[in-house]
């Protein structure tokens, strides 16, 4: 069973930032992990997605350009960071592991969930 903590959420205006952390208890190395959201009374949404040994990247279009999902083996941790932040941005933010294959931004094919970090954004 992986763990997975998130923190860095809180509350900014709009075109804030913020770093997301997911600190994991497995080797983050050579993973896929993803970064997902949820906002009241919506669907779940991938947001960014990382494959930390070909450090290749996934983004949904709606946070391309915005946010960066980068990895810290050394530490078993990987990160949000999320710049010009808008209020449709405000959502509890998950981090996800056990990626079993298929589409890389589709929370259906992850095994493993954080309890989450909420992220407000005000206009």
């Known amino acids: 069973q992986v763990q997975l903590v998130e923190s860095g959420g809180g509350s900014v205006q709009a075109g804030g930032s913020l770093r997301l952390s997911c600190a994991t208890s497995e080797n983050t190395y050579n993973k896929r992990m993803g970064w997902f959201r949820q906002a009241p009374g919506k669907e779940r949404e991938g947001v960014a997605s990382i494959d930390t040994g070909a450090r290749s990247t996934y983004y949904a279009d709606s946070v391309k350009g915005r946010f960066t999902i980068s990895q810290d083996n050394a530490k078993n941790t990987v990160y949000l960071q999320m710049n010009s932040l808008k209020p449709e941005d405000t959502a509890m933010y998950y981090c996800?592991?056990?990626?079993?294959?298929?589409?890389?931004?589709?929370?259906?094919?992850?095994?493993?969930w954080g309890q989450g970090t909420q992220v407000t954004v005000s206009s």
């Open positions: 996800a592991a056990g990626f079993t294959g298929g589409w890389v931004l589709d929370g259906r094919k992850y095994n493993y």
